[in-house]
Nanobody
Framework: QVQLVESGGGLVQAGGSLRLSCAAS????????MGWYRQAPGKQRELVAA???????NYADSVKGRFTISRDNAANAVGLQMNSLKPEDTADYYC?????????????WGQGTLVTVSS
């Protein structure tokens, strides 16, 4: 069974920075897309940033220029550098990965890590 373990959330003041990390473990042949989603209280989960295995990135308009997604294919890991944080970035952040086990491909979610930005 593949698991995604996230780390790096916490409390930060507006304008500050945080870095989230996520590593996959288990039987993995390769990982296709990896991404970060977030869900604020009372809102739907939304895509924050995603990166293909080849390194092509995609960002939500609200985080462009402030957040940077990166991945390490050898380590089956993905990171999210968040700069110039705003109170509206407060949410639970979830890592997602499209896992290829050779005989099947399926999506896996991390357990979530809370990011709180104070004004």
């Amino acid at each position: 069974q593949v698991q995604l373990v996230e780390s790096g959330g916490g409390l930060v003041q507006a304008g500050g920075s945080l870095r989230l990390s996520c590593a996959a473990s288990g039987i993995i042949f390769s990982i296709n897309d990896m991404g970060w989603y977030r869900q604020a209280p009372g809102k739907q989960r939304e895509l924050v940033a995603a990166v293909t295995r080849g390194g092509i990135t995609n960002y939500a308009d609200s985080v462009k220029g402030r957040f940077t997604i990166s991945r390490d294919n050898a380590a089956n890991a993905v990171g999210l550098q968040m700069n110039s944080l705003k109170p509206e970035d407060t949410a639970d952040y979830y890592c997602n990965a499209d896992i290829n086990q050779g005989w099947r491909t399926y999506g896996v979610w991390g357990q979530g890590t809370l990011v709180t930005v104070s004004s």
